[in-house]
């Protein structure tokens, strides 16, 4: 008669969740607000920091008056007028994103102002110091972010509207800055 001990039963195996690979890799929903996070903090501090050289000549800027001379220069009418406006636009922006308030706005301005600093530095060729990848490259960040949303450790989660974020409202951020950066370069000579 077969014994019914623990010996001599069929032994299953398991399998610990860690080791197994037949399913779709995951990835915890926290690794992608971390992401979103660092992404955030140095895109909107980084766009901060240009701005408040434009507004107060900090790091190095120019200032007012040496950000209008410059704007001046590059074709830009009311250079003063102008520097104001990039700068706070830049410095507004980049702290709204930096915190992850009203993302998808804070990202369209940075789009806005980059497009116009594109145009500025497009006949210098693609790299650096002359050329447009780094403007390029914040303006691809900046649109990212309104289309990805600020992820979970942002300001935004706190509003209702944009608690959930949507594509939507994302594409229609990125738009309003690439029109708005249209009409300023229209201004352009």
Request: aromatic content about 8%.
């Amino acid at each position: 008669m077969p014994s019914s001990s623990p010996s001599t039963t069929a032994a299953t195996t398991t399998v610990s969740p860690a080791l197994d690979t037949s399913g779709p890799a995951t990835t915890s929903p926290h690794a992608y607000d971390a992401g979103l996070l660092l992404l955030r903090l140095v895109l909107g501090l980084t766009m901060a920091a240009h701005g408040s050289q434009k507004l107060f000549g900090w790091f190095g800027g120019g200032g007012i008056d040496g950000t209008g001379q410059f704007f001046t220069m590059s074709g830009y009418p009311a250079g003063d007028a102008m520097a104001v406006v990039a700068g706070l636009t830049e410095t507004l922006g980049g702290l709204a994103l930096a915190v992850g308030l009203l993302t998808p706005l804070a990202a369209a301005a940075i789009v806005g102002t980059m497009v116009n600093a594109i145009a500025v530095t497009w006949g210098g060729g693609f790299f650096a110091p002359k050329g447009s990848e780094y403007e390029l490259l914040l303006t691809a960040g900046a649109a990212s972010l309104a289309l990805t949303g600020p992820g979970r450790y942002a300001v935004d989660r706190f509003l209702p509207v944009l608690r959930a974020h949507r594509l939507a409202y994302g594409a229609a951020a990125v738009a309003v800055g690439l029109v708005t950066a249209g009409v300023i370069l229209l201004l352009r000579k």
